[in-house]
């Protein structure tokens, strides 16, 4: 059996798992099944074309309440690498990766475990899972996913490690850009929906002077709606970061300046198409929204 900790070790060493069903791998190519699109976008552009990868979430369905499908079972099951954040941000799945991993039929790489991230916690102590906005986060879910891959799959070892060669370059011209862009410039005072752009934000120098809601699947008493309602207006922000599933009476409630700008920011990229460029084109979403909101 495949414990959790050989696991862990077997990512954090970069050695490879050569026994049971990983060592020769499928003769249709490697399958990879992410939970979320950021990380699809990522795994893409290691495939390039290579096998096949998808993602479980879609649409308007949320990482935190999912149900899933017997197709949803099957391409799990028949995974070469399952792909996810950790079991606090995909609860729904922590129990069923955990019996695949345990099944030696699927490699499970828990992103907030590879060493060398960049993590940022909440007040509470809680990570802030949105580790994928961080380019060099992202880099390194790469390089992990890269490894096992070659692995698993050693005559396409090259084509691997060329669409990770290929995919660094891309995200250091891309930040290059984006710190000529944010860097020098007076900011405006911005709120955001709630706490999800600390790793953005870090890269970039920029912080929010407010979050409307601590979690979104939560809704604020009205004590803390009065009391943030005041706040904000006593702050006169230029904008709000939005996202798609933002309750929009809430939002009146506690911003009542209409001089406000709303920007909505799709985080999960939910609305673009799974490519080997899909995950730079994320990060220049998010940038272009924060650019607009902010006037630079």
Same mark, same amino acid.
């Given at each position: 059996?495949?414990?959790?900790?050989?696991?862990?070790?077997?990512?954090?060493?970069?050695?490879?798992?050569?026994?049971?069903?990983?060592?020769?791998?499928?003769?249709?190519?490697?399958?990879?099944?992410?939970?979320?699109?950021?990380?699809?976008?990522?795994?893409?552009?290691?495939?390039?074309?290579?096998?096949?990868?998808?993602?479980?979430?879609?649409?308007?369905?949320?990482?935190?309440?999912?149900?899933?499908?017997?197709?949803? &079972?099957?391409?799990?099951?028949?995974?070469?690498?399952?792909?996810?954040?950790?079991?606090?941000?995909?609860?729904?799945?922590?129990?069923?990766?955990?019996?695949?991993?345990?099944?030696?039929?699927?490699?499970?790489?828990?992103?907030?475990?590879?060493?060398?991230?960049?993590?940022?916690?909440?007040?509470?102590?809680?990570?802030?899972?949105?580790?994928?906005?961080?380019?060099?986060?992202?880099?390194?879910?790469?390089?992990?996913?890269?490894?096992?891959?070659?692995?698993?799959?050693?005559?396409?070892?090259?084509?691997?490690?060329?669409?990770?060669?290929?995919?660094?370059?891309?995200?250091?011209?891309?930040?290059?850009?984006?710190?000529?862009?944010?860097?020098?410039?007076?900011?405006?005072?911005?709120?955001?929906?709630?706490?999800?752009? &600390?790793?953005?934000?870090?890269?970039?120098?920029?912080?929010?002077?407010?979050?409307?809601?601590?979690?979104?699947?939560?809704?604020?008493?009205?004590?803390? *709606?009065?009391?943030?309602?005041?706040?904000?207006?006593?702050?006169?922000?230029?904008?709000?970061?939005?996202?798609?599933?933002?309750?929009?009476?809430?939002?009146?409630?506690? *911003?009542?300046?209409?001089?406000?700008?709303?920007?909505?920011?799709?985080?999960?990229?939910?609305?673009?198409?799974?490519?080997?460029?899909?995950?730079?084109?994320?990060?220049?979403?998010?940038?272009?929204?924060?650019?607009?909101?902010?006037?630079?």
């Amino acid at each position: 059996m495949l414990t959790r900790t050989r696991m862990l070790a077997v990512l954090l060493s970069g050695l490879c798992w050569t026994q049971g069903a990983w060592a020769q791998g499928s003769p249709t190519g490697p399958a990879v099944v992410a939970t979320i699109k950021p990380l699809q976008f990522i795994a893409q552009a290691i495939l390039d074309g290579e096998g096949s990868v998808s993602a479980l979430i879609e649409g308007s369905d949320s990482p935190h309440h999912f149900n899933l499908s017997p197709n949803d &079972r099957l391409r799990i099951e028949q995974a070469d690498v399952l792909l996810w954040i950790d079991p606090k941000f995909e609860v729904y799945l922590a129990a069923l990766f955990a019996d695949t991993a345990a099944s030696e039929s699927s490699l499970m790489v828990t992103a907030s475990a590879i060493s060398g991230l960049t993590l940022h916690r909440y007040p509470d102590g809680e990570l802030d899972p949105h580790l994928w906005l961080s380019q060099g986060n992202a880099l390194l879910i790469a390089q992990a996913l890269t490894e096992q891959l070659a692995c698993i799959y050693p005559d396409k070892a090259p084509h691997f490690r060329a669409g990770l060669d290929q995919f660094r370059s891309g995200i250091d011209k891309q930040a290059q850009a984006l710190q000529r862009r944010f860097s020098n410039q007076h900011v405006a005072d911005y709120l955001v929906y709630h706490d999800a752009y &600390r790793y953005f934000e870090h890269d970039y120098g920029l912080t929010h002077s407010a979050s409307l809601v601590a979690d979104p699947d939560i809704q604020p008493g009205m004590r803390e *709606v009065l009391e943030l309602r005041e706040t904000i207006s006593a702050s006169s922000p230029a904008c709000i970061l939005l996202e798609p599933d933002a309750s929009p009476a809430l939002v009146n409630t506690m *911003v009542q300046n209409d001089a406000v700008k709303r920007i909505t920011i799709d985080l999960l990229g939910n609305s673009l198409e799974s490519s080997a460029n899909a995950y730079r084109q994320l990060i220049d979403h998010v940038a272009t929204g924060f650019l607009s909101c902010l006037n630079i």
